[in-house]
């Protein structure tokens, strides 16, 4: 299955993505290997996961995430952490 994922950093950026292995990915965006964009922030936390069966769907739904209908949807459905 993969996982369409949204990151929050401690310093409150938000990264959208989508990948085979979550755990792992994550490993990757907090150590700040093979992603130039998430080196920026530090401590990033899932606040939004789905998952789907190809990466054709989780490709879509990545991109429709990132759209400003996708913004507005993950503005009442992301769950935000409270430092």
């Known amino acids: 299955m993969f996982t369409v994922y949204v990151l929050r950093?401690?310093?409150?950026?938000r990264?959208?993505?989508?990948?085979?292995d979550f755990p792992t990915r994550?490993?990757?965006?907090?150590?700040?290997r093979k992603?130039?964009?998430t080196k920026r922030g530090t401590d990033w936390v899932p606040t939004y996961l789905e998952t789907y069966p190809?990466?054709?769907?989780a490709l879509a739904r990545e991109h429709w995430l990132k759209s400003g209908i996708g913004r507005?949807?993950?503005?009442?459905h992301e769950a935000i952490r409270i430092p």
């Open 9 to 13: 950093s401690s310093e409150g950026y």
């Open 15 to 20: 990264y959208t993505g989508q990948c085979l």
């Open 26 to 32: 994550l490993h990757e965006h907090n150590t700040g």
């Open 35 to 37: 992603s130039c964009w």
């Open 54 to 57: 190809t990466r054709q769907d």
């Open 72 to 76: 507005e949807y993950l503005a009442t």
